[in-house]
């Protein structure tokens, strides 16, 4: 059987990666307690058949095994857990992009659904939901003593169906109710974009599509620019952004390092431990960087994060990350299932392991919650706008500059009230861009 490793969290989202290792058959594994573990397979048995019965009801004997399988599973850690045959089959279509559902991804915490992160411009996102959300109910259910994959099971049904589900969030007083049609989410993994001179890579997920998105949105960027001389940095937006493929985080981490090692993987057996380096080249020619994160950005996000950290290579915005340092194995089954079991924890190139902990940014910036009844009534208030000489009835002319000096000042005044008007919609994007233009402020002065 052939073995997949990914980097993901378990959820509405899943990433696995090939490899050429081989999977040998499930057996127990005899050693000085063997004679004890094949007295509880015993005792296993035997509470089957009693079950099987005189339990008052007749029970589905395949579903039996399953539950006794995930609950194996779901015992060792949040992200170990039995896939059935339809789960395993969506896992495998949601690393190629698109799938039906809500769009967040999830994790479990003290017997309920966590939202990890929603994914941008899917209903979910739409709708408001945000990361550290608790999901308490679906359609009125609770999801209390379910396992993630039952209650990730509970919110998928057809596109264009509505579902209601109960959140719980802090700083509210009571959880409150948000209705959802669920649609197909297709997922474009990166975009690029510039904000001035500043080019900026929104990366949402890490699947088959990542690194060749967020290349060629690099490129079309640094194109609309005028050329990689005319761009002052990179900002490269993770927030929210769940994790997923290894090998993508691998990719994108190396497409703006030299050289120097990017993650090193370490499991229960020495040899099983792998180190993965960078190779020569800077896709953004080696123009400052920053990263940004939040509470949303995990695993794979975390990958490149600490790669570009710890290189010196980015400078580090917004808040701590999720803190997964995990790595799941996936391996198929006979009857078309597979289970996932995490094998090893991840290092950073400096040897930390996020795990549990996340990574600090360079600068914490949170970002305020926006308030848009106020904002609109003083964005109408006369009052409110700034005002100046020129504003004044009457003020004579400014007669030291010529039409061109105008000209540009005119066009500075404009990019001055695009920037303010980014630092009122995402004010960690806009710190970050400001942060580019000092070191390029810097640079042009040395």
Known sequence: MRKFVMAALGGTLAGVVLTTQVAGPLVAQESGSGGSVYEQLDLFGDIFERIRAQYVEQVDEGKLIEAAINGMLTSLDPHSSYLAPDAFDDMR???????????????????????????????????????????????????????????????????????????????????????????????????????????????????????????????TAVEEAG?????????????????????????????????????????????????????????ADGKPMVVLINGGSASASEIVTGALQDHRRAIVVGTKSFGKGSVQTVIPLRGEGAMRLTTARYYTPSGRSIQALGISPDIVVEQPQAKPEESAEAESSAASRSRSEADLRGAISNDSMTEDERRMLEEEQKKAEAAAKLRGEDYQLAYAIDILKGLSAIAAAE
């Open 227 to 283: 050329g990689i001389d005319k761009v002052n940095g990179i900002v490269l937006d993770l927030r929210n952004n769940p994790g997923g493929l290894l090998t993508q985080a691998i990719e994108v981490s190396d497409a703006f390092l030299d050289k120097g090692e990017i993650v090193s993987t370490r499991g229960r057996n020495p040899q099983d431990s792998e180190r993965f380096n960078a190779e020569p080249g800077d896709l």
């Open 93 to 219: 279509v949601q690393t190629r992009g698109e799938f039906g559902g809500l769009g967040i991804e999830v994790t479990q915490e003290e017997g309920f659904v966590k939202v990890v992160s929603p994914i941008d411009g899917t209903p979910a996102f739409d709708a408001g939901i945000q990361a550290g959300d608790f999901i308490t109910h679906v359609d009125g259910e609770s999801v209390l003593g379910l396992t993630l994959d039952q209650a990730v099971d509970k919110m998928r049904g057809p596109v264009g169906s509505e579902i209601v589900i109960t959140v719980a969030r802090e700083g509210t007083d009571e959880p409150f109710d948000v209705s959802i049609i669920r649609d197909t989410i297709k997922l474009t993994a990166a975009r690029g974009r510039l904000e001035g001179t500043t080019v900026v890579l929104r990366v949402t997920t890490f699947n088959d599509q990542t690194y060749d998105n967020m290349a060629e949105g690099l490129k």
